[in-house]
């Protein structure tokens, strides 16, 4: 069997889909390991320390994945313009990545046409035995750390409190938007370096952990939240009039603080707007909001994708796209890890081969396309041609 | 009085020399508080903000200083090409600023020839009485945090250590050099952050605060330094059987270090090269060393101040210059504090006029001229002649 990891090409990417010690790993299951010169790079990998850990570096993609029967990516294989990456994989490969695929329905009809079998790693489900496969909590992680520096770096003042001889600096006030993995991780980084913190989520559920790190609970007084608490769910879709008081508590404490992060993501679908103009507008001069949902339209009114812009009242928004490539290394290290888990999965140790056990609920969940078809039922399989005449 | 701030024009400036709080104190000594339009911008200070302190606003720097008693500065004045900001201030004006009088015996010669009464805030005596006016140990330890953060932002991992399900990651290995108060700060920031600290300093009298902050102190092995030590005071030259032993054990430790923060100054002399070429280049890919005496002359070779430089095993070399400007706000706001300290002392409250006792050590020890002459004995005063003479 031989495993090949290609250099990523899209602009702004420096993760890449393996490690040094990934590699070792990966001999160990019976593969032999093809990297393409350079791939490490932007993660603080040089060449050499691949060789050292037993793998080949070939000069180029084409040459380091033709002839290879697993291809590890971090971003989709890029088909655009003069670029087909798909082009380099023989047919029967099997391609793992983010294979972002929500938004890229034409690629994974692609991948079926080129014969590959193919992966997408956001779609690990959430149970307990894909935990070291799950791509989304270990980026999340970082991102909602990397969000913090990020701040840290654009706010003009320091984040903890400080007494001296010359007068007291008051604590930064923080409120991060959305307590999922990214959210608590911010909160918990801006903790750290000496922030006040409070965290909104509409789930009730998320309070004690953001409480257990510290930080305060902004909460909505209503009666459609303590019914939405008492039916021990997550809150989807709230009363209008309960909206209208989340937005109007949001809009009081945001007039008061520093540094806003947002977190809110939908899995395929748009982040929900939270932060609304009339919110920005009521913030202090020097502050900065930094939206990680950015990328998937924003839980910001006027955020831009990949920029920075400031507001007449001197609101810095920051809409970063990829933030986890600024933390290369560690992302790096935890995505390797995560393939190495999933690919794990699907070896077969003793007659050493890739087995496509499509009972596993990983697989199942997680395998968009098989022998020129597509077959995950959200996206192109069967069940989704189905769902989609009954919506039709 | 009337009291004149103008805009700061040094590039790369973001700080001003008064905040709306002291405003109120300025105008309740019995001063009238001009300030020219924009010069709290970039410390996210809006002139409608010290307009409502009570401060009037100025168009230009000649509208606000023309007739002032005191002027307020951060930087010096800039005399260069067609600048002349001494141009427009009136004879027997005071002057107080940063005026770097180690670097500036020209400018000091002509704010003599103009006839103004100036003061340096960086000879500010280290006495108690002066703590509240010490502008070196207020910016030295924003400074101190803010390296920390640009490290962080440049480097690509994060500093906690993280247990997770696909794995751990290591935490960050930082090692300050000088623990000072800038160094100090850095330390205890690093820490908050989640990193394992070491910091290193030839005084061995600073052992116990590093330690206190949680860091490991780095000690040289040698007679030499257990004789400084029961000296009990600063360890300012040491024997080069211990300057070498110094050396083989930074480099030693570097070797497994992450990030290198910098501190080490000396009062007007060029910073002491800590850090050599040979240290450097024991150094891990993607490692990172910040340099806050890039602008003195530097702690490490080949620093390059103002700049960031990638060596050939890819350590990244940061020479940040005038660090302080990016926590404009708080710096600002810590500054103008120890300025209004200062004028304080040389208010008659009575007289509503300037007093200046010579008697004072804190006035003594940073006045630059007075009625048209050189007064300080190290920067050109009857006592810096003397020593010339000697010295010649």
Redesign the interface.
Known sequence: MKLAVPREIWPGE?RVAITPDTVKKYTGLGFEVVIESGAGE?????DDRYVEAGATIAKTAKAATGDADVILKVRPPMVEGKTNELAAYKKGATVIGLIEPYDRAELIGKMAEAGLTSFAMELVPRISRA????VL??QS??AG??AV??A??E????F?M?M????T?APTRIVVVGAGVAGLQAIA?AK???AVVSAFDVRPAVKEQVQSLGGTFIEVEDDDAASAETAGGYAREMSDDYKKKQAAKLKEVLAKTDIVITTALIPGRPAPEIVTADMVAGM???SIILDLAAERGGNVAGVKPGESTMTEN?VKIMGPSNIVS?????AT??YA??LL?FVTLMVDGEKKEMVFNREDQIIAETMLTRDGKMVHPKFGGEADKETEAENG
């Open positions: 420096k932007h993660a603080s990998i040089a935990q070291s496969m799950d909590s270990s992680n970082l750390y990397r520096i990020d840290a770096h706010f003009g003042r320091i903890p400080m001296t001889a010359a007068g600096l980084t750290r370096l000496g202090k001069n020097g001197g600024s933390v290369a290394a560690d290290a935890m890890k995560n888990n």
